[in-house]
């Protein structure tokens, strides 16, 4: 079951989306930087501002009632970039370690290619770390194409993301 979350679901958002970037991120990168992007971005202030916004939608999937993962889509100015046309970013696809490889991220995918069509998006795009080989593959099995790069800070060390796009008109 996919459900959109709302300032109620503050806390449970909080703790899942520290606890899937931690468990995602953390081998590839030094513990410093870890704790200071961590620290800075899942903050209660922070996402409450997130979820406030009109332009963000965040979504939890659930796993026989346990919240599995979430998703965060942007649309209008909240989008990280400004890409060409009517678009909808992903922000946020993560899936906590133990509920992967169990086709939870292509449902997730799938409700974010519903909202893209509810919201009449033309496109819809995604940044991925350069170095995430196998989400990019992912990405591309999904239908995007590599299109452009920038910059990512995970604390003090930038980081190159790779801006990936799939077209959504026939």
């Known amino acids: 079951m996919i459900r959109l979350c709302t300032l109620t679901d503050l806390k449970p958002l909080l703790e899942i989306s520290y606890k899937t970037f931690d468990e995602t991120f953390r081998a590839q990168n030094k513990p410093e930087n870890m704790e200071?992007?961590?620290?800075?971005?899942?903050?209660?202030?922070?996402l409450q501002s997130e979820l406030e916004n009109p332009h963000s939608y965040f979504y939890f999937i659930y796993y026989?009632?346990?919240i599995a993962g979430y998703l965060k889509l942007n649309t209008r100015n909240a989008q990280t970039e400004e890409i060409t046309g009517n678009t909808i970013e992903i922000e946020r696809i993560y899936l906590l370690k133990s509920?992967?490889?169990?086709?939870?991220?292509k449902e997730l995918f799938q409700h974010a290619l519903k909202v893209a069509k509810e919201v009449k998006a033309e496109k819809i795009w995604l940044g991925v770390w350069e170095k995430n080989i196998n989400a990019?593959?992912?990405?591309?099995?999904?239908?995007?194409?590599?299109?452009?790069?920038?910059?990512?800070?995970?604390?003090?060390?930038?980081?190159?993301?790779?801006?990936?796009?799939?077209?959504?008109?026939?």
């Open 36 to 46: 200071k992007y961590l620290n800075t971005t899942f903050t209660t202030e922070r």
């Open 136 to 170: 990019m593959q992912f990405y591309e099995k999904m239908g995007f194409v590599q299109d452009g790069k920038h910059a990512f800070y995970m604390g003090d060390d930038q980081q190159t993301d790779i801006i990936m796009i799939k077209n959504l008109k026939n």
């Open 64 to 66: 026989q009632e346990s």
């Open 99 to 105: 509920f992967q490889k169990n086709g939870l991220g």
